[in-house]
C-alpha cells in the first residue's frame, strides 16, 4: 500500500496495527503501597539546560543562559526543598547536560535522588533511524552511568512519544520502565503488538507538567499565561484524587522552570500539602516501577 494513501482508505489492518504496535496493558497499581502507604508520589524534574536550544542549533548566548539558569541557580534551590522536606525525585537528564554540569549529577546521587536516561542532547527521538536512535540511547546510558556510578533502569524520551523503534530499544537496553505515555493516571505494562513486555510505563500527563503553563518561547506562541499559584490548586487536586483511589500522583518539572523564586513557592506549598498526611509514599519512578512489577494480578487480555 502507497505511503501516500489516506488515513480514511486504510483498511482495518493497517490502522489497527498502528493502534495495537504499542499499547496499555495490565494495570499494575498495588492494592497497597509499601509502607501500608494509601497513595505514592513520584517527582521527577526533566534536566534540559542548554539542550533544547542546542537541539535545535540554536547557540546564542541569550537561549543557552536560560538553560544555564537550570544549572546555576535552580538545581540548588531545588535540591535544597527536597531535603528539607526529605523527599526523593526522579532526574531525567539528557547526556549533553550531565556532560556540561556533572557536579550537578553528583549531587542529586549524594542526596540520594535517582538518575534517570532523557536522551543525548534532547533529539526529537521520533525523527531518527532506528540505528541512530539506538545509538544515541546506548550512548546516553554509558554517560550516566559513568557520571552517576549507576546504570539508569529507567527513560522518559525526549518528546514524550515512541517512535516505531522506541520501545524495541527499551528492551533491547534493559530499561526496566518508561516514563513518556499517557494511556492512564496509573501504572500499567506495556504491550508490544498485544504481547505483554514486563515493561512498566510510568505515564505523564500535560496537566501534571509546568511546562505547558510556565513555558516562554520568544519567537513562538508559548507564554506563560498561568499565574503560578494557579498551578497548585491543580495539582493539589490532581494529588488529593490519587489519594482518594489509591494511586499514583506522578509530576514532571523543569529546573529552568519551575526554579524561580516566584513559581517554587508552589512546590514548596505542594509539598507542605502532601506532607501533611500520614499515608503518603514519596519514591523515586525506579521504586514505584519495582513496586508495580511486584504486583501479582493476572495479565488483562488485549482487546481484540
Known amino acids: 500500500m502507497s505511503e501516500a494513501t489516506p488515513p480514511w482508505q486504510w483498511p482495518e489492518r493497517t490502522w489497527r496495527g498502528h493502534v495495537e504496535r504499542v499499547r496499555a496493558g495490565r494495570p499494575l497499581t498495588p492494592t497497597r503501597w509499601p509502607g501500608g502507604a494509601r497513595v505514592a508520589v513520584a517527582l521527577s524534574f526533566d534536566v534540559d539546560h542548554e539542550t533544547i536550544p542546542l537541539r535545535d542549533g540554536e547557540t546564542s548566548p541569550g537561549r543557552l543562559a536560560q538553560g544555564e539558569y537550570g544549572a546555576r541557580v535552580a538545581m540548588p ?56 536512535e539506538l545509538d544515541l540511547t546506548g550512548r546516553s546510558l554509558d554517560t550516566l552511568e559513568r557520571l552517576s556510578g549507576t546504570r539508569p533502569v529507567g527513560i522518559r524520551t525526549p518528546s514524550w512519544d515512541f517512535s516505531e523503534s522506541t520501545l524495541d530499544i527499551i528492551r533491547t537496553l534493559g530499561f526496566r520502565y518508561d516514563s513518556s505515555l499517557m494511556a492512564d493516571d496509573e501504572p500499567y505494562e506495556l504491550l508490544a503488538d498485544g504481547t505483554p513486555t514486563g515493561v512498566v510505563e510510568l505515564p505523564v500527563e500535560w496537566i501534571r507538567d509546568d511546562m505547558p503553563y510556565l513555558g516562554m518561547e520568544r519567537h513562538s506562541a508559548l507564554r506563560p499565561y ?79
Do not use: Y
Not at 546521587?109 to 532523557?118: P, Q, R
Not at 523515586?284 to 481484540?304: M, N, Q, R, S, Y
Open 226 to 304: 498561568t499565574p503560578p499559584r494557579a498551578l497548585l490548586e491543580i495539582w493539589r487536586d490532581e494529588f488529593d484524587a490519587a489519594h482518594a483511589e489509591g494511586g499514583l500522583f506522578q509530576l514532571t518539572l523543569h529546573p529552568h522552570v519551575i526554579g524561580h523564586r516566584s513559581r517554587l513557592v508552589v512546590l514548596r506549598e505542594l509539598l507542605a500539602h502532601m506532607r501533611a498526611h500520614t499515608d503518603v509514599w514519596f519514591a523515586t519512578h525506579a521504586a514505584v516501577a519495582d513496586a508495580a512489577l511486584a504486583v501479582t494480578a493476572p495479565p488483562k487480555e488485549a482487546t481484540p
Open 77 to 132: 534551590r531545588i535540591l535544597r526543598l527536597l531535603a528539607e522536606h526529605d523527599v526523593p525525585a526522579s532526574f531525567f537528564v539528557p547526556a549533553v547536560s550531565a556532560l556540561l554540569h556533572p557536579a550537578s549529577v553528583e549531587e542529586c546521587v549524594a542526596a540520594g535522588h535517582e538518575i534517570a536516561a532523557h536522551g543525548w542532547i534532547h533529539e526529537r527521538n521520533t525523527l531518527l533511524s532506528a540505528a541512530d
